[in-house]
């Protein structure tokens, strides 16, 4: 098969000066950032946390986790459950492990691995999260097809991904995203791709400025 080419978007996320300042005030708890997508970061993180509905005993995947930054506080939330933290760049998961231990959390894990084959059996996880990241990924049916696997009938899956916007705006946002390797979604090609990957129920739960954040759920009766 023949190599496919790096974006800008997957280099970057090798980066360890990245890595060191992901969770600062220069990148994803940047004002300019929240200023584009329409929402704060810890506005987003707890619609994110409460969307999550833990009852403190599940097991949980944090697809694409970065440095850990909804890894952390996901465990911290799980008393009696487990957390997965899953990423490609080696840099990310060297932050993400050293920020935990310095927590001292011991029930989260940490692999190295694609979202498009995820190394866990099936109906291993009572919910996903993929935080960030979904609209980076070349095959994104692929990657919501691997979730819908490992979570269990009744499961959740939460997404936040880049949502497509409108006017002279859109088009510029979208040859830049396209230039770095990234794309956005509707919230109608959002339902469209987790309604082929065997989702239901979606629920819209920010849908402003240059963010889209949705919950889902595997249905009960799933054969897998
Ligand atoms: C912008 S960060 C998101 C980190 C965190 N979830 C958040 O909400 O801030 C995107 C992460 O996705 C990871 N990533 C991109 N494509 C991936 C893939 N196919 N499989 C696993 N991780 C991937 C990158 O390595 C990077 O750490």
Sequence with gaps: MAPTKRTLAQTLM??????????????????????????????????????????????????????GIYTRPLADRLPRGHVVGLDL????????????????????????ASALALPFPNTTFTVVLCSAALHLMPDTGR????????????????????????????????????GVGTRAFSTESLEQALTAA?????????????????RATKPSKSSE
């Design 143 to 178: 990657a919501l097809a691997e979730s819908h696997r490992v979570l269990r009938p009744g499961g959740s899956i939460v997404l936040a991904v880049f949502r497509m916007q409108s006017g002279w705006l859109a088009r510029a946002t979208a040859r830049a995203r396209r």
């Design 198 to 214: 065997g989702f239901s129920a979606m629920q819209s739960l920010h849908a402003r400025g240059g963010w889209l954040i949705v």
């Design 14 to 67: 090798e980066s360890p000066l990245l890595a060191s300042i992901y969770e600062s005030r220069l990148w994803r708890r940047s004002p300019v950032l929240s200023a584009l997508l329409g929402i704060s970061f810890d506005a987003e993180q707890r619609l994110i946390l409460d969307a999550a509905n833990l009852q403190g005993d599940e097991r949980v995947l944090d697809l694409a986790c970065g440095t």
């Design 89 to 112: 760049s080696p840099p990310m998961l060297r932050y993400a492990a050293d920020a935990a231990r310095a927590d001292g959390l011991d029930n989260l894990a940490w692999t190295r």
